[in-house]
């Protein structure tokens, strides 16, 4: 049986069909936590039936956990509520053959990233320097560093337990060569230090893409070289959420003065709510 057959079944025989319905999707697995996101009219601890048969009936499952809806502040975490199992936040998860020591509670994680991190890996040439400017606990920067041949991936993320927990990945998957951690706010880590160096920006943090689409540029190596910019499009009825993503894009471009661009790939990641998809453009500047 598939992991959401299996948890359809349970979800189905603790608490009814109309409820199973509604939840089985909503169960994300971090190494051994199962992280519930609760739907917005439910109270997380309602959950705790459904959570205590994940613990009883899938072995992997160590610890199952309730997300409150809702990203907050600008480190983006998620209120949490403990509900069954070893009441511990720390796991190790793993994606495309790399380790990755989380916390739910204290710094950015989510599975729906996967494909999208080895995507970007794939496009890395030898020797590129890139930046990545919102690393959270290392996941692009890593599985770079792991998957091509980078010169160096200077990864930065302003939240401390972020970077700490990115120190950790990066000497547990054996990348201290490659891959430098750096606590702070991008913009000025940039300014400060990496004008004028990479071949290849990484953006993923929609709220701030635009806004820190000139540094982004200016970190930018003569000028030229990719910027992958992630962005939440919110679309009216009508509107393709590919045209308003490449409109809202080209847009901030013009606003800086840049034309000499050419944007070669749109791809939808996710819904992130009625009717507003996360969408990453691969841009080339030069
Ligand atoms: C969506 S998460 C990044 C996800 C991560 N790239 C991954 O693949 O799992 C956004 C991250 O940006 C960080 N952040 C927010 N504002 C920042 C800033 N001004 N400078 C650097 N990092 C920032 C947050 O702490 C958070 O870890």
Not at 193 to 198: D, P, Q
Request: aromatic residues 10%; proline residues 4%.
């Amino acid at each position: 049986m598939t992991r959401g057959a299996l948890l359809k079944k349970i979800a189905k025989e603790t608490m009814g069909d109309d409820f199973a319905a509604r939840i089985w999707k909503r169960v994300e697995f971090i190494g051994d936590i199962a992280l519930i996101r609760t739907p917005l009219d439910m109270d997380p601890f309602d959950l705790r039936p459904l959570a205590e048969e994940l613990i009883k009936r899938i072995p992997y499952v160590k610890s199952v956990w309730a997300a409150i809806p809702g990203v907050k502040g600008e480190y983006r975490i998620r209120e949490h509520v403990w509900l069954a199992g070893e009441e511990r936040s720390v796991t190790i998860y793993k994606e495309h053959g790399c380790s990755f020591k989380v916390d739910i509670t204290r710094a950015y994680i989510s599975p729906s990233l996967n494909y999208e991190h080895i995507r970007v890996a794939r496009l890395v040439s030898q020797n590129e320097t890139i930046v990545n400017m919102f690393a959270g606990v290392g996941l692009f920067s890593i599985i770079i560093a792991k998957h091509a041949k980078p010169f160096r991936v200077y990864s930065i993320d302003i939240n401390p337990h972020a970077y700490q927990l990115m120190v950790e990945n990066i000497k547990l998957n054996k990348v201290e060569n490659t891959v430098i951690p750096l606590l702070g706010d991008a913009k000025e880590i940039v300014e400060k230090h990496l004008l004028n160096t990479a071949d290849r920006v990484l953006m993923p943090y929609p709220e701030l893409a635009l806004s820190y689409l000139i540094y982004a540029l200016r970190s930018l190596k003569s000028g030229r070289g990719w910027i992958h910019v992630y962005l939440h499009v919110f679309t009216e009825r009508g509107e393709h959420w590919r045209n308003k993503a490449r409109l809202i894009l080209e847009g901030k471009l013009r606003e800086l003065n840049i034309s000499n661009y050419e944007i070669r790939m749109i791809r939808k990641i996710r819904n992130v709510g009625p009717r507003t998809h996360q969408v990453v453009l691969d841009v080339y500047i030069g």
